[in-house]
């Protein structure tokens, strides 16, 4: 299944929008790191934007934990967003999960990591770091991001 009513319907002109669609999440995998873009980088690199990810189509037994979103210039990584739900929720065929936030980010002209941000022009990738756990399970993830510099 791939998003229908995307992120990018929520953010302004000239926003970039990058999915990575049908990405296999799995308990051995579990962290599990998915990066938007799939490939390549932002450019121009963002600062602000949405993020969306959905965890559906249980293909064996998976509990979902949490999921923390980062932006990275490829040097310094901040932690934008976190989704842990107050209890662990099961991903079977008729339930799923799907969750969406914003983010802003400084990116200064000088300093960039020493002073809390990342290097001057922004994210070039978002990542979205998944916990997941019970025996040998697997999902399916949908993961976006609309965003601008």
């Known amino acids: 299944m791939a998003i229908v009513n995307s992120v990018a319907t929520?953010?302004?002109?000239?926003?970039?929008?990058?999915?990575n669609i049908a990405v296999a999440i799995t308990v051995a995998a579990s962290p599990q790191t998915v990066t938007v873009p799939k490939t390549g980088s932002f450019s121009p690199a963002v600062t602000r934007g949405m993020w969306r990810c959905k965890f559906y189509a249980m293909?064996?037994?998976?509990?979902?934990?949490s999921v923390n979103i980062q932006a990275t210039?490829?040097?310094?990584?901040?932690?934008?967003?976190?989704?842990?739900p107050v209890a662990v929720i099961s991903i079977t065929s008729t339930a799923y999960v799907d969750v969406s936030g914003e983010f802003i980010i400084d990116s200064p002209t000088t300093g960039s990591g020493t002073v809390g941000g990342l290097?001057?022009?922004?994210?070039?990738?978002?990542?979205?770091?998944?916990?997941?756990?019970?025996?040998?399970?697997?999902?399916?993830?949908?993961?976006?991001?609309?965003?601008?510099?």
């Open 10 to 19: 929520y953010t302004g002109q000239g926003s970039q929008l990058s999915q």
């Open 59 to 65: 293909t064996s037994a998976l509990t979902f934990n």
């Open 73 to 84: 210039d490829g040097t310094n990584t901040v932690t934008v967003d976190a989704f842990v």
């Open 119 to 149: 290097t001057f022009g922004g994210a070039t990738v978002i990542n979205f770091i998944v916990v997941t756990a019970t025996g040998s399970g697997a999902c399916s993830g949908d993961f976006e991001v609309s965003a601008e510099p």
